[in-house]
T-cell receptor, first 117, second 115 residues
Framework: GAVVSQHPSWVICKSGTSVKIECRSLDFQATTMFWYRQFPKQSLMLMATSNEGSKATYEQGVEKDKFLINHASLTLSTLTVTSAHPEDSSFYIC?????????????FGPGTRLTVT | AQKVTQAQTEISVVEKEDVTLDCVYETRDTTYYLFWYKQPPSGELVFLIRRNSFDEQNEISGRYSWNFQKSTSSFNFTITASQVVDSAVYFCALLCWGRDDKIIFGKGTRLHILP
């Protein structure tokens, strides 16, 4: 099956710093990737849809200036949490949508656990 | 509006018992997909099944089975002869075709299989 990787798998940073999380589709090109956030014991909430070569589309209530998304290539999307605060501590999961020949299946990455101290 | 409801927040059963996880969805779209995912303590989502709205056939995969009923907008998941390794959070999810391919997740059911 298709593989989507995320890097890093976990990160601890100090309040006020920025953190970049990478999402890569390893064996297919993904024009669309999605970023989710999951707080402890809660469900996955879609943050934004990332389209290659264009601006990301953010869900209502998600601060676009705080969560910067860059989808610079067909295999890589990055999420940068700027000026992170403890309330940004969460599990961030990306998914990548495969092309038509793979029935547009979405494949999820393993997640990145962010802890802001 | 699209919505997925998993009414069971947490379930505990003794190993070898059967258990059914409920999922009710809402959508006005005629073309959609339903999913079940397993999330073990490691956090990584494990894909279990995808069903499209035109295929109401029930499916069985080993100890897992799924019952899709459009008449009641339900897509229930049964684990037969449960095992401790089945302990995880299970998410039911909905994707409506043509709506930017957004997957909407239910709140999840935390399943504890007791030895």
């Amino acid at each position: 099956g298709a593989v989507v990787s995320q890097h890093p798998s976990w990160v601890i940073c100090k309040s006020g710093t920025s953190v970049k999380i990478e999402c890569r589709s390893l064996d297919f090109q993904a024009t669309t990737m999605f970023w989710y956030r999951q707080f402890p014991k809660q469900s996955l909430m879609l943050m934004a849809t990332s389209n290659e070569g264009s601006k990301a589309t953010y869900e209502q209530g998600v601060e676009k200036d705080k969560f910067l998304i860059n989808h610079a290539s067909l295999t890589l999307s990055t999420l940068t949490v700027t000026s992170a605060h403890p309330e940004d501590s969460s599990f961030y999961i990306c998914s990548a949508r495969a092309p038509e020949e793979r029935s547009y299946e979405q494949y999820f990455g393993p997640g990145t656990r962010l802890t802001v101290t | 509006a699209q919505k997925v409801t998993q009414a069971q927040t947490e379930i505990s059963v003794v190993e070898k018992e059967d258990v059914t996880l409920d999922c009710v969805y809402e959508t006005r779209d005629t073309t959609y997909y339903l999913f079940w995912y397993k999330q073990p303590p490691s956090g990584e989502l494990v894909f279990l099944i995808r069903r499209n709205s035109f295929d109401e056939q029930n499916e069985i995969s080993g100890r897992y089975s799924w019952n899709f009923q459009k008449s009641t907008s339900s897509f229930n998941f049964t684990i037969t002869a449960s095992q401790v390794v089945d302990s995880a959070v299970y998410f039911c999810a909905l994707l409506c075709w043509g709506r930017d391919d957004k997957i909407i997740f239910g709140k999840g059911t935390r399943l504890h299989i007791l030895p």
